[in-house]
């Protein structure tokens, strides 16, 4: 059976509407580029780069307001502190495998050089999570060009999903993982606002899978759809990146991403010791430039951050579960093995449980 | 149908097998005691004090390790930074009403005057939820005297649930909520190590209500029992206190804290605007005597972390579940009547999604 | 001598211009109010209340934004997460000893019921510094009563210094210490901007107490000035509040809050193990009604932080030295003496160090 | 005047005595290794990575207790998710410039690969400043070899200051900067602990540095030693690591790092917005396999914390002090010049202040 999103298995999840491509990039001006690196010799390599413009190629001037949370801290996302102080992100976010995000993160420093950005912004932000099982992440095959080349390729529209990108390699709940993304609208006082996930999804237990509550997880065994002997569990890791035109503020974006721990959990994620599950939110709804003497911007009511968490939370966990039902399985080095979901017995494991009809 | 725990009514959630009497005090030398404060007249009243002793009367010496996260912070939990900084607890912990945290808060420190305590500890933890709904909160109704009794109660075994003590006035997910616990024991390594969770539950919307993934909630609608018409969605918060007998350091607790998010989210709390979703854990596995020149501690290994995690989730969620099915109907001011689940209806519901036979 | 500011003694730190009354009412808006109980039966008491209000009676429904940061967590600070969380005060500020921070933090919630407040704010911040060496703070002798004189005394103008209100029971560097304050004005990209700073200080050892890096506590030995035999060393806490109209968002002022660590440094304070030093900064540049569906709010440049930085470090730093320079010496409990720091050997001390003419 | 430390020249700061090399390597078991880089073809190159090793080779399976604190957060520091959850550092850490910290990030890894360590730890720490006024760091100068060269050159005993290492291309306090180091001993209950630092010191204003309170950046002008028209005020930063042998436990090193606040403070700093002031603190007094199921570990008593915390503000004011008084006057590209603080006039001012016979 053909891979397939979620909602074209005639599955969903969550009660919010999407966006118009059920994507990060359903809020306006976020373009999200890919490049894969998948070769098996000189050594067998299975990993890439997925980047994430925030803001279009504005983003050197008018930056975006950003909060980050870390849920279990086993893994790395550089730019952090300055987010955490400052709340502005200026520059494309990259996520890509453990042993080469310094080398990306640094990539992006190089991007603003190469393009004379008006504005160097000097503490990007770039996430890793581990592929050093399904690749031979030891011998460091990421390179400054395929950073660039994956920042290059931003684009709007639908995004690759699966083995795309920094999630080529990836394995998540025991199956095959990779990128995912979902979005979601919400309606407040009037006023409409998107929120979208992009995941690159390397976690998880088999045992603790569901889909929409049902536990597909413990329908689906190992005994029927084998982990491959050496696979530690959990020993992966989630990023998730959260984009809204909603307006916020630095601590509402911190607020927001929080709430991709909900999602996850949604999902059977718990955060296990291994994994480094960090989140990162950024609000498109101000722009930014740090120059100007006395900006103004604008903030959405306390109470109006409800439906967004609400929306941050669904969207987080339907990107988990597109990156897992769009991931094809994938033979990697010592002949090592990610199978993938089966979407055909996903459907037969829901209809059993009154969720497909 | 007389009020039940979970798995009285053949339900159970989760994979881990309880503690003896599946509550916090599972966990050995921890006790808890409660007062209730509930009448009509001055001023209607349903409100309480509960109580945990972390290590019984020697916790004024034999301090234990501890650590908090704050998932939605419109709440209040008092002593928080010297636990951050120190992660030490020295006295018993209160959950109470809103208006009362403070009261309660001293009125921990009046204990350690009035015993006379060998070492008092001038921080200590107290925390809240609202209850001014079906209370007349702003009647301060809450004494120094009643947060005494509620601590001088404090014993070991079985916990009384529902409208208890400081959950006496909760609400949750449009049910009438309270006080909940249950526990969970794991095998690492050849150890046992028990962890048990007690939770003051009073947030969330009804739709969002999930037993082990069925949303009951969207089976069990406001149309079937009604949610008060002026009650605010949302309006509430729930504090959750986890007890472990793993030997921790502080740091190795707030992880643990964190993981209440998970539980909480099974459950379809997702950390709403209004609620103050705030979680203390702390481990009895050490004993410190903070003026000891040099201690020598206990620490588990990091990935003894995920067993002890998933476990902290797993009770957090049937300690909410828990408080909602032991919870009776209660009628409090201005006529307002906040209803019990009605656990009949959750059977026949978790029997349509096949989780019951 | 007669207690002075230490202006008024020829003497100044920093470089930048003080504002009308060198206080934190020099923040237009912000008033303070203070009672103080100094009574010898039935048992010695030297304690009270300081209040600041942020931005007079507008309060509770235009809001403003605050930041806060723990420098060492031996102390309390009520109301803390939500600030974190929504960065907005919506009630007034109170500072008082240990032992009643939580009775003062309620009676913020019953002044909000007494006056009807438009909408009630249930998470005040309320702090505490200990005052139980001087007096017989385990009497338990703040009352509501005073909490609420305190606020309902509020004004804008000078503020008294050394032994008022909250700080009255203070010791400072082995000094008597007690409330002081102090203000300075900046200019950036032509805007003034006003930053002012209000100290509980109660922290401190003798020998490393500096007055514009003047090694005075090293000048003047508790040989001349005798430390009471049984004062424990850096036994306290110092609370600092600084307020400015440069309009900030929340993370702008957890940054500002952080400078008060500088200000401290400077006069000696190193955040002793037993001292709660703990710092919250407020902008009135933004009023913000929670409640609003999209709010409209300013805020300055980043690089506009640094001379605002400046001034909160300044700042705090003359508000302590303003609280030494001012308190009285104070005879308490048990006969114990805390005695003033002699103004005219500081002015000795200063001349020899080339400071003063 | 040949350059020389502080003590050298007859001054010294604070109270507490020195260990044997007033250096960071004074806690046993510390190496530092340190590789610059100086050429002026094809581009005009100023910069270096410096190593630390916190526990020599054992590091990889004896891992060590670290706590960090980002003073100001414009600056990068990897790997502190982890150590803010777990609290262990297994690897060499690392300092250079900060278009080069993804790439040394990187660089740990490949050591471990390399040395093919028997325990890798894949969440290095690389911290940077800024040395683009001085070098073109856009050439990206800074190689792998490089960055393995500096931790194979880690040695114990004196380390190489001023222009070395990370620091080669730095400016302090409007004179040239660069790495410094310091070392106290104190002796609680009967045993002795050492406290070192190292700084990577680029920050600051003239008029605002002081040396043990001194104003001698009044003194010393930017009209007699010029600051070089286009270098903008505090445009730098300042990475502070802090050693100690005291058994800590992951909080107590957090409040450590809190320290170096203090100590930047005492010599002028107050973490401008365009600065990175980011503080590293572990302690080697428990060494740690994160493997072992249940590791026994020791920690002081927390008033044990003061004068660790004192020492830990004396190590990191006076090791920016050496930082400054061992650079050389240096000239970098476009002819740039970063001027040494001349020495002679240094002991002039302490002089003319009575702080030198």
Redesign the interface.
């Known amino acids: 059976m053909k891979r397939a999103r979620l909602r074209e298995l005639g599955i969903s999840t969550g ?1 919010l509407p999407t966006g118009r491509w059920n994507a990060i990039t359903d809020v306006a001006g976020v373009k999200v580029g890919q490049a894969s690196l998948i070769h098996d010799v000189p050594s067998v390599v299975r990993t890439g780069v997925t980047a994430i413009w925030p803001a279009g190629d504005d983003i050197w001037t008018e930056n975006v307001y950003a909060g980050s949370h ?19 992100i200026g520059a494309p976010i990259c996520i890509t495998n ?10 992006i ?2 991007l603003a ?1 190469r393009d004379n950005a008006p504005q160097a912004f ?2 990007p932000v ?1 996430a890793e999570t ?1 592929d050093g099982w399904l690749s031979d992440s ?1 011998s ?1 095959p990421v390179t400054t060009e395929l950073a660039l080349a994956a920042m290059d390729a931003a684009a709007s529209g639908p995004v690759a999903e699966g083995n795309t990108g920094g999630g080529t390699g990836m394995n998540c709940h025991e199956f095959k993982g990779g990128t995912g993304t979902a979005s979601r609208v919400v309606s ?4 409409s606002y998107t929120v979208g996930a992009l995941v690159q999804a390397n976690y998880g237990e088999r ?2 899978f ?1 889909v ?4 597909v997880g413990r329908e689906i065994t190992t005994a029927e759809v084998p982990t491959p002997r050496d696979l530690p569990p ?1 020993t992966g890791s989630i990023i998730v990146v959260i984009a809204t035109d909603a ?1 916020l ?3 509402q974006c ?2 927001l991403a ?2 991709a ?2 999602g996850l ?2 999902v059977g ?6 994994s ?1 599950d ?1 989140f990162l939110a950024f609000s498109t709804g101000n722009r ?1 430039n ?17 439906p967004l ?2 929306a941050a ?1 669904e969207a987080t966990e339907e990107a988990i579960l597109n990156a897992v039902c769009m991931a094809e399985t994938m033979v990697g080095q010592f002949g090592r093995t990610s199978r993938a979901l089966p979407l055909d017995r996903l459907q037969e494991v829901m209809r ?3 969720r497909l009809a």
């Open positions: 009660r870390s849920f279990n801290g086993n893994g790395e996302m550089t730019g952090l502190m300055w987010i955490a102080d400052q709340g502005l453990t042993y080469s995000v310094g080398l990306v993160r640094d990539a420093c190089a050089v000097h503490l770039a581990y030891a460091f407040v006082d009037g006023a045992a603790l569901r929409d509550g049902v536990p959990d307006p503020l630095p601590v911190q607020r929080r709430r721990t909900t959990a949604w994620g718990i955060g296990g010791n291994n480094g960090i930014v740090p120059k100007t003497p006395v900006s103004t911007v604008r903030t959405v009511a306390a109470e109006t951050m409800t968490f609400e939370a059993k449980y009154g």
